[in-house]
Nanobody, 125 residues
Framework: QVQLVESGGGLVPAGGSLRLSCAASGRTFSSYTMGWFRQAPGKEREFVALITSSGAITDYTDSVKGRFTISRDTAKNTAYLQMNSLNSEDTAVYYC??????????????????WGQGTQVTVSS
């Protein structure tokens, strides 16, 4: 069983920055692909970013490329999402997720086995 706890959300003005954290339980964090997803009111959950177990590969949805950076610290069992140049379209609940088995497409939410409770990010214009 893996537990994920997000933190770092909040209210930020447009153009501002936030860093989200996702603390994971379990002894095999280093073997998980970690993903960040978000869900805005009235919209479906969408992929934001992912980082593979080794950290060698990262991927981002087009709308956040150049603004968001995903990273991980294996010693702390934590994944991060640094978000810069935020705009109102980034307002959403952000979820981290862990993919513990090699299955499915990495960008698909269905490929992830465990999810955090979500953290609200609100960007004021």
């Amino acid at each position: 069983q893996v537990q994920l706890v997000e933190s770092g959300g909040g209210l930020v003005p447009a153009g501002g920055s936030l860093r989200l954290s996702c603390a994971a339980s379990g002894r095999t964090f280093s073997s998980y692909t970690m993903g960040w997803f978000r869900q805005a009111p009235g919209k479906e959950r969408e992929f934001v970013a992912l980082i593979t177990s080794s950290g060698a590969i990262t991927d981002y949805t087009d709308s956040v490329k150049g603004r968001f950076t995903i990273s991980r610290d294996t010693a702390k069992n934590t994944a991060y999402l640094q978000m810069n140049s935020l705009n109102s379209e980034d307002t959403a609940v952000y979820y981290c997720a862990a993919r513990t088995a090699p299955r499915g497409v990495l960008r698909y939410a269905s490929s992830y086995d465990y999810w955090g409770q979500g953290t609200q990010v609100t960007v004021s214009s």
